[in-house]
């Protein structure tokens, strides 16, 4: 088996700089308080979303500590979330709040300011050992110490994964269709090539049945990008993508390009050809100095110039990433080699 030293670096640097951010994110005991301050700014309730946004305005948590996902892989719950429904969950099972089944969430007592977390997370926790003790059932279990907070049980999180790595794209077709005519859409139909990996339609939307618009409506998934990224390395020999086989963004792709005499001159012709793409990192964007981010995923100063970052909205259709791809290889036949000193 071969190792690739650059994409090793760069998965241990990965994991070691999200575990340091990680640290930074506070526990969900250390959420408590915030909560109860977040919900009384409220005026005494407030729904999931409304105290998720008055938490972090409250902490001034930083964008480091507010992109931590729970679970990357499965979803995209933030860290943060996932610890105040820890919060919540106890301070339910304390008595200091109650939800409704419409997932508002309010105090108990209106006068309420602050709890120990310490005796919040010992009382809860006694109580539901005796329980359990007394009322032992294996495929039921009551603990805080499970997986997932009782009153989520992340089924965002599920559907993601369905929608995403098991549904096939015939069947995901047929489902947007279904829900667009539930919602009220008529004439729908899918006007996208059946398994590429999106989906295109249009319909026609009736708003209180004496009025009606056009809508079309198009979702690409990551097959996209990665079709773009196969064609790139089959037409532009010694291109290598960047984060290659690690969780990145469906959207963009960071590519070190060919070795050429003048690395603008990738960005001038692509840009007279209709495609404005950036250098660098989005970190770097702007700079004319190296990405610090390209140099911790190990890539020397020389390599770091070479790379082009793409990315697309969501209006942007696989053609035009096709054609993103035709115009690289285009640019990349007129383009002369590296001098060599």
């Known amino acids: 088996m071969t190792i ?15 575990s340091q951010a990680m640290k930074k994110v506070p526990t969900f005991d250390q959420l408590m308080n915030p909560l109860i301050a977040a919900l009384r700014d409220l005026g005494g ?38 610890r105040l429904g820890w919060a919540r969950t106890y301070l339910k099972k304390f008595g200091v709040l109650t939800n409704s089944a419409r997932g508002v969430w309010s105090l108990t007592n209106p006068d309420m300011s602050t709890v120990d977390p310490k005796h919040v997370v010992k009382l809860v926790k006694d109580n539901d050992k005796r329980a359990k003790d007394l009322q032992p059932d294996p495929g039921n279990p009551t603990s805080v110490n499970d997986t ?12 993601f ?13 047929r489902l947007i269709q279904r829900l667009l005519r539930e919602s009220g859409f008529v004439q729908v139909e899918v006007t996208g090539r059946t398994g590429d990996g999106g989906i295109d339609g249009k319909g026609i ?5 004496f009025m009606s618009f056009h809508v079309v409506f198009q979702w690409q998934m990551e097959k996209t990008r990665a079709s773009f990224e196969k064609r790139l390395l089959a037409t532009l020999p010694g ?7 690690a969780a990145r963004l469906w959207n963009t792709v960071s590519a070190l390009m060919p070795e050429a005499d003048c690395q603008q001159r990738w960005v001038v012709k692509l840009d007279k050809a209709g495609f404005a ?3 660098g990192s989005a970190c770097a964007s702007g700079r004319e100095e190296p990405s610090q981010v390209l140099a911790a995923m190990g890539y020397a100063p020389g390599q770091a110039g070479r790379v082009l970052r793409f990315s697309s909205g969501w209006e942007t259709t696989a053609a035009e990433w096709r054609a993103l791809a ?16």
């Open 239 to 245: 291109a290598e993508i960047v984060g290659a086989g």
């Open 4 to 18: 690739n030293i650059r994409q090793l670096y760069w998965v241990l640097m990965t994991i070691d700089a999200t």
């Open 161 to 173: 994964h369905i929608l995403t790595k098991v549904v096939e794209p015939s069947a995901f077709e």
């Open 205 to 209: 939307a009736r708003i209180h049945g």
């Open 45 to 82: 309730s407030g729904s999931i979303e409304e105290i998720y946004q008055r938490v972090i305005q409250n902490l001034q948590l930083s964008e480091e500590i507010l992109s931590q996902l729970h679970g990357p892989e499965v979803g995209n719950k933030t860290e943060v979330d996932y």
């Open 326 to 341: 035709g115009a690289l290889a285009k640019v990349q036949q007129g383009m002369r080699p590296a001098r060599t000193r």
């Open 148 to 159: 997932e907070p009782p009153e989520e049980q992340t089924w965002r999180t599920k559907l």
């Open 277 to 279: 793409v950036s250098t």
